[in-house]
């Protein structure tokens, strides 16, 4: 049997370089506001840091198994948030790969130290959920979780506990709660009133606007940051808005398309500290980390925004 021989480094790196190119000439152009102005953060309110406004997702987008090819995709997504200003990526076990698949694109970028990590624990019992976590922490390749959170809700009276006392002990820096698609809400109320958490995530976008009553108030009241999932219903938003043209307004808070309006609308709540929208799509996480750019909506905008998107 005949050997291949060695790669040409020489041709390797010219590949690289060309691959390289070719996603740069992908990615979308930036607007003056957006590529001149520095990223907007939010401060957590339990402890004053500071984290933009626009995070990155890895629901569905991420789960793409042991393929090579997607895995590398998925990484050069990471590289782009990153060199975009991004740091805070969520994820879940519930997520199938998406773990194994951030952990292999932090690892082709060598553990980028602005890294905020947010995971969650998705099993009932404390003894499978401390196992879990471990597993979730040797996925992603980090010494511990900056956020450890309930996933939707799951087990939280035995779980809260224990995270808490991780919490006190330095093996996490945040503990939170999540929930999605308008569920539990009831539910969720309670915990904010009476549990000491420092984030809660939920569901919030243009047509999902429920929390707006009672739970982003109450959160604001209770110093609990607020992490926005589905901003765009994966999906379904940006396909319902994007059979209409750009609305003149968008100028007037540096949008260039239908996905940064979405995401400055839910950013711009008083109360919320970050959006989270998932993407495969290298151009796509680019044009999202352009909404943590430029001009926000005010409160006046926000509601004609809300108006004249409800009348699609």
Known sequence: ??????????????????????????????SLAQSTSPVITRRIPSSGEAVPVVGLGTWITFNVGQDPVARDACAQVVRAFFAAGGRLIDSSPMYGS???TIGHALAQLGMPATLFSAEKVWVGDVARGAAQMETSRAHWGVPRFDLMQVHNLLGWREHLPRLLAMKAA????????????????????????????????????????????????????????????????EGALLDQLSRHPLPGWAREIDCDGWAQVALKFAVS????????????????????????????????????????????
């Open 1 to 30: 049997m005949s050997r291949i021989p060695p790669a040409d480094p020489a041709s390797t790196q010219r590949r690289r370089w060309l691959a390289g190119a070719a996603l740069m000439a992908a990615l979308p152009r930036l």
């Open 170 to 233: 330095g093996q996490l820096r945040y503990v939170g709660i999540s929930t999605s698609e308008g569920r539990r809400h009831a539910e969720l109320e309670d915990i904010m009133r009476t549990q000491p958490i420092d984030f809660v995530q939920l569901t919030y976008n243009l047509l999902d606007r429920e929390v707006e009553q009672r739970l982003l108030p109450l959160a604001q009241e209770r110093r609990i940051a607020v992490m926005v999932n589905r901003p765009f219903r």
């Open 269 to 312: 709540h008083p109360a919320v500290t970050c959006a989270i929208p998932a993407t495969s799509q290298v151009a796509h996480v680019r044009q999202n980390m352009g909404a943590a750019r430029g001009r926000m909506p005010d409160a006046a905008l926000r509601a004609r925004v809300a108006r004249d998107v409800a009348a699609l």
């Open 98 to 100: 998406s773990q194994t």
